[in-house]
């Protein structure tokens, strides 16, 4: 803590996930921190309205978390681990693939319970306050001046802050005055897919109607469901697909028949009923994703989070990532001695790469669910990719391993990962060579190699295809 700093004010826009974290690291730097929030206090709120019930926390997050203490009362007490992705095949049978030989595993954690946790842990500090329904209208970076409109009466109020920091996601509003400067370079995506949350109750006992300790994945190449695990036995379940196809069921009847043909195990634990209901309450929602750079203009103003780097939600890491934002960005305000004039450009230039690689990594991701499943290439290659790090545990790490379990760097994950690949790629074609010529030769001597020459092949579809539902996801969550 630096005393120094409580001349400093502070203004963080956004009390999501990112902005109260980053409200509260401040605060034990000894800022003067304002954290102003669109919404009304969600700890007020009987629903809070928004997107993606529960989502999956790991290494990134929980780092973050430990940094102001609320590690435990979140993870210990509230979360829910999932040691394996239970994959459901379209016959309905089932298996599971673990994340971790280790046994790491990740975590299913509320969105409200944890962004209610952070903004009452940021309201126990003195030097916090929080100003609800306040909704960043206008800002004026050169003379560092925010203009706030309340919700519901309209009324404005002009505020001004030493810094201002945007964590006011995606569609960030500071991040749109930002880019009126010049010198911001700014890109958005959005993707053919939709998602839409739905639900499976507990069952008639009050218990999981699935093995909980997993996270479901139902894979059908351009179309995935997942659940993740809910604190009152119930599951949300997110199923994306492209939105022509959210367009083409428009009947309970095409619904009921859509899911007897994907999801057919789902059908009862949803509840046919309910099922229809919610289906037809909700539509399709968007996912988008967008990089910036830099993340800041001159030492008054920064984006932390989705306002930053949003991301396609593939890899399970937007606010994994958002949260190791604030944890790269307190690192750098004791390294250069809270100059902010120096602390604001460091953390664009450390962070700016790291945060496109992993806005990269989700995207192929989604790419990779929809395209490569059929690739037999891509299953061998992945298969000698869990297989080499059986045989060297410590130097050869798959992708998802280090992304999740670790914190690496993410965009020394995709060069190492460059560097695996190049390996597998000639590992492959020699394991494959060696199998056709050593076979080649060996049924020569002993009778027929078109025989044989029949029978490999069979054998690398049949082993092709019955791997498909275990590998395809392999790196997915
Ligand atoms: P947000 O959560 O969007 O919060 C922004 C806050 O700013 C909100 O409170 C909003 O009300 C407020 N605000 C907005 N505009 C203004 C304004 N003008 N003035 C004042 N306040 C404003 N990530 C994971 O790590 N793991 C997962 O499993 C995962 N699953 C996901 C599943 C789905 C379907 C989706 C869509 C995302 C998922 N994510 C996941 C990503 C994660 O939700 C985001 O990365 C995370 O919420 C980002 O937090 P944030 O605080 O930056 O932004």
């Not at 956004?14 to 700890?43: F, K, N, P, T, W």
């Not at 993340?295 to 920064?302: D, E, I, N, P, T």
Request: glycine share 6%.
């Amino acid at each position: 803590k630096s005393n120094k700093n409580s001349d400093t004010q502070v203004a963080v826009v956004g009390a999501g996930l990112v902005g109260s974290l980053e409200a509260c690291m401040l605060a034990q730097r000894g800022y003067d921190v304002h954290l102003y929030e669109y919404r009304e206090d969600i700890r007020t709120l009987e629903h809070v309205p928004g997107r993606s019930i529960n989502l999956a926390m790991s290494v990134r997050g929980r780092t973050a978390l430990r940094h102001i203490g609320v590690e435990d009362s979140i993870i210990a007490h509230h979360a829910i681990p999932m040691r394996a992705r239970m994959i459901h095949r379209p016959d309905g049978s089932t298996a599971a693939i673990p994340y971790n030989k280790d046994g790491q595993c990740i975590y299913s954690v509320g969105r409200r319970f944890v962004n209610e946790v952070l903004l009452t842990k940021a309201e126990s500090f003195p030097n916090v306050t929080c100003h609800f329904q306040h909704r960043l209208t206008a800002m004026d970076i050169t003379t560092r001046t925010m203009t706030f409109t309340n919700p519901t009466t309209e009324e404005t109020n002009t505020r001004t802050a030493d810094l201002i920091i945007g964590c006011d996601g995606a569609f960030s509003a500071v991040r749109k005055e930002m880019l009126k400067r010049a010198n911001l370079n700014y890109s958005q995506n959005y993707i053919p897919h939709g998602y839409m949350e739905l639900c499976i109750p507990a069952d008639k006992h009050g218990e999981f109607a699935m093995p909980p300790n997993y996270l479901h994945i139902w894979p059908r190449g351009e179309y995935m469901m997942i659940a993740l695990p809910n604190q009152d036995k119930s599951w949300t379940v997110t199923l994306f697909m492209p939105f022509n196809i959210f367009e083409s069921l428009t009947s309970p009847q095409i619904l009921m028949n859509f899911f007897q043909q994907n999801y057919p195990d789902a059908i009862p634990l949803i509840g046919e009923e309910k099922l229809v209901k919610d289906f037809f309450a909700n539509k399709g929602l968007p996912m988008i994703s967008v990089k910036c750079s830099p993340y800041h203009v001159g030492s008054s103003c920064l984006l932390l989070g989705d306002a930053a780097h949003a991301m396609v939600p593939f890899y399970g890491q937007g606010m994994n990532c958002g949260m190791e934002d604030c944890l790269v960005f307190d690192e750098l305000l004791t390294k250069l001695d809270y100059d902010l004039s120096l602390v604001l450009p460091a953390y664009s230039a450390k962070r700016n790469p790291d945060a496109e690689a992993i806005v990269d990594l989700a995207m192929y991701n989604y790419v990779e669910m929809r395209d490569m499943v059929n690739s037999r290439w891509f299953l061998l290659r992945k298969k000698l990719d869990n297989f080499l790090n059986l045989i060297f545990p410590r130097s050869w790490v798959p992708l998802y391993t280090m992304v999740t379990f670790s914190r690496e760097p993410y965009h020394m994950c995709i060069k190492k990962k460059q560097r695996q690949d190049k390996v597998l790629h000639c590992t492959s074609l020699a394991v494959l060579g060696t199998a056709v010529v050593g076979g080649v030769v060996l049924t020569w001597r002993s009778g027929s190699a078109s025989d044989w020459l029949h029978k490999t092949f069979n054998f690398v579809v049949t082993a092709g295809r019955s791997a498909v539902p275990y590998l395809d996801h392999v790196t997915l969550y």
